[in-house]
């Protein structure tokens, strides 16, 4: 290597010194100079010369070192690089010119196979939209970026850029007889089924909630016009017509009410609410709220809560409005005449935070929710029986709320169900801490 070349071919210096002094002895003995100047000029030249030597072997030293260290340097970092690509949370590929993968790393073998390392890319990499860019990259191109659903255990979209990289050990190679490819290709592959999850959502939910509003509207405007046409003068006709058109007015409110609590509670979901809440008298407000519908319906709430009950940490309101939405829900879809059971009980530990906390239970008897539609049932607009929902005034957003408010307080919800039995709902929030001192802020 070059370092060892630069020390061996460099000049000695010592054989030059006594070169100079025999020299010197010789013009001296040939009675060309005298003996004192020839022994100063010898002392001057050796003393210049062991200067120049010591720093020229500072300098040889020093260069040595840093050319060792850079050495070591590059040493340790081949695999150092193929850590950090180890250790990347995402499918990466190298290829050669021939297809043959040179490495891959882990998401990349669990994606594609264990075995894809030495082999031809395209006996495990199979979608043709991930071969065609390769194949472009492969003729020239310096990139090629794609998006390509990949179908296994679940479905997963990826966005993934195929990248050529020029190999420089070819070109500095060039005018041996060299075995360095002249280039690479690298596929890398960002898993982006999340966002597009999010975004088909937000689409969804967009076209859900006009479609919820345009529904009663437009039998509004139905009604105007038939008051204003064929109805005209038919006060019997108006007056039942007014009711419906009311029923239909107070449905689009109770919609636009829930969609902005919804868009609230998001907005701040990140929060958990501090405050203490004391549980039975919001138990005994919701209870006392839906008073007209229990007497409707003939049924009966009872309320069991245990004589000190701890308080919960949370925010009042909102504790109270999830626990209306489900007792509302119970009181709507329970057999008529039955009872509604509200209680609440210490529970050691919730699930997620592993926290102390309180369990609220609404039991209802019913015909229940065929355990299909469970997993759904705190998405937006998700029914069970859409029709019978809207009949009962429902907006399909209850339980999303209910799910909303739940994780913002950082507790549980659990819904379990005997077709023929009844549900229960059950949340559990946490104790209240007590006031923490803020962390981090000034
Ligand atoms: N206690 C219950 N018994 C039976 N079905 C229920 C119960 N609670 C909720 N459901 C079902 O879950 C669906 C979603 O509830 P929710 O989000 O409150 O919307 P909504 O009550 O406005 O329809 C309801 O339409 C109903 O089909
Ligand atoms: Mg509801």
């Known amino acids: ?26 013009l001296h003995l040939s009675g060309l100079v005298d003996a004192l100047p020839a022994l100063i000029i ?27 260290t850079a050495r070591s340097a590059r040493r340790n970092l081949a695999p150092l ?5 180890e ?11 021939l297809r043959k993968v040179l490495d891959a790393n882990r998401p990349a073998r669990t994606l594609f196979g264990n075995n894809l390392i030495g082999r031809d890319v395209s006996l495990y990499v199979r979608h043709p939209d991930i071969l065609e860019a390769l ?4 003729q020239g191109a310096p990139i090629a970026r794609l998006e390509a659903s990949l179908t296994g255990a679940v479905e997963r979209i990826f966005s993934i850029s195929v990248s050529r990289v020029d190999n420089s050990r070819h070109a500095s190679d060039s005018d041996r007889e060299s075995t360095e490819p002249a280039f690479y290709v690298v596929i890398s592959m960002h898993d982006i089924t999340k966002m597009r999850v999010a975004e088909r959502m937000r689409a969804d939910f967009v076209a859900n909630a006009s479609h919820e509003l345009r529904t009663p509207l437009s039998s509004v405007i139905g009604f105007i016009e038939t008051m204003n046409g064929p109805a005209k003068g038919d006060e019997a006709a108006q007056e039942r017509f007014l009711g419906i058109m009311e029923e239909e007015s107070r449905r689009m409110v109770r919609l636009i009410d829930d969609l902005l609590s919804l868009s609230r509670i998001e907005l701040d979901k990140h929060v958990q609410p501090k405050s203490s809440v004391q ?4 138990l005994k407000g919701v209870a006392a709220s839906l ?12 309320i069991l809560v245990p004589d000190s009950l701890e308080p919960v940490q949370g925010d009042a309101d909102q504790i109270h409005q999830m626990l209306q939405n489900l007792t509302s829900n119970a009181l709507k879809y329970a057999y008529e005449g039955s009872t509604v059971t509200l209680s609440a009980q210490p529970v050691e530990r919730i699930p997620e935070s592993g926290q102390r906390g309180i369990a609220i239970s609404i039991t209802d008897h019913g015909p229940g929710i065929p355990p299909e539609h469970l997993p759904r049932l705190t998405e937006r607009f998700y029914r069970v029986d859409a029709a019978r929902s809207r ?3 429902g907006t399909g957003l209850g339980l999303a709320i209910v799910k909303h408010i739940v994780s913002r307080h950082r507790g549980h919800l659990d819904i379990r169900s005997i077709l023929g039995k009844g549900t229960t709902v059950t949340i559990s929030l946490p104790i209240y801490q007590g006031l923490r001192e803020p962390e981090d802020h000034p």
Do not use: C
């Open 42 to 68: 010898a002392a001057v030249v050796g003393i210049a010369f062991f200067w120049i030597d010591r720093r020229y072997r500072i300098v040889v030293n020093r260069l040595t070192d840093a050319l060792k």
């Open 279 to 282: 549980l039975e008298p919001i």
């Open 87 to 97: 250790g990347i949370d995402a499918p990466l590929l190298l290829i050669d010119p």
């Open 291 to 302: 008073e007209p519908t229990v007497q409707k319906r003939h049924m009966a709430i009872n």
């Open 1 to 26: 290597m070059s370092t060892g070349k630069i020390i061996e071919s460099g000049f000695r210096i010592l054989p030059i010194q006594i070169l100079v002094v025999v020299l010197l002895f010789g």
């Open 81 to 85: 690089r193929a850590k950090i690509a």
């Open 135 to 138: 194949g472009k990259v492969m």
């Open 391 to 393: 009949k009962l005034g």
